[in-house]
């Protein structure tokens, strides 16, 4: 059974920082893409950044690139997502997502930025971030 554990999410003043890192199990993690998805209350789920197989590339969304760096540890199959300068706007429930596609991870990311498909991840529950101002 696949599982994903996030953990780190937390209540901030805007410009602090929070790291959130997710646990994966059940897969060769470096067989697969991962992201970092986010959902605010009234809207869609929207990848933020995305790692391909072993991390050397990666992928932000406009709003949050400079600002966020995503990172994996394939030995310790850990996926992390340091956020920086953090604002208002970053409020969210954040999802650690794995690509049910094995391979073509970098194919994922670019589908994943432009679209997310919640039936072509795998997904943890989610950790809260709330930044105020």
């Known amino acids: 059974e696949v599982q994903l554990v996030e953990s780190g999410g937390g209540s901030v003043k805007a410009g602090n920082s929070l790291r959130l890192s997710c646990t994966v199990s059940?897969?060769?993690?470096?067989?697969?893409?991962a992201a970092w998805v986010r959902q605010a209350p009234g809207k869609e789920r929207e990848a933020v950044s995305c790692?391909?197989?072993?991390?050397?590339?990666?992928y932000y969304t406009d709003s949050v690139r400079g600002r966020f760096t995503i990172s994996r540890d394939n030995n310790e199959n850990t996926l992390t997502l340091q956020m920086n300068y953090l604002k208002p706007e970053d409020t969210a429930i954040y999802y650690c997502?794995?690509?049910?596609?094995?391979?073509?991870?970098?194919?994922?990311?670019?589908?994943?930025?432009?679209?997310?498909?919640?039936?072509?991840?795998?997904w943890g529950r989610g950790t809260q971030v709330t930044v105020s101002s």
């Open positions: 790692a391909n197989w072993s991390g050397v590339n990666t």
């Open positions: 997502a794995i690509s049910r596609r094995e391979w073509s991870s970098d194919q994922y990311c670019r589908e994943s930025l432009a679209n997310v498909d919640y039936e072509a991840n795998y």
């Open positions: 059940g897969l060769v993690f470096d067989n697969y893409g």
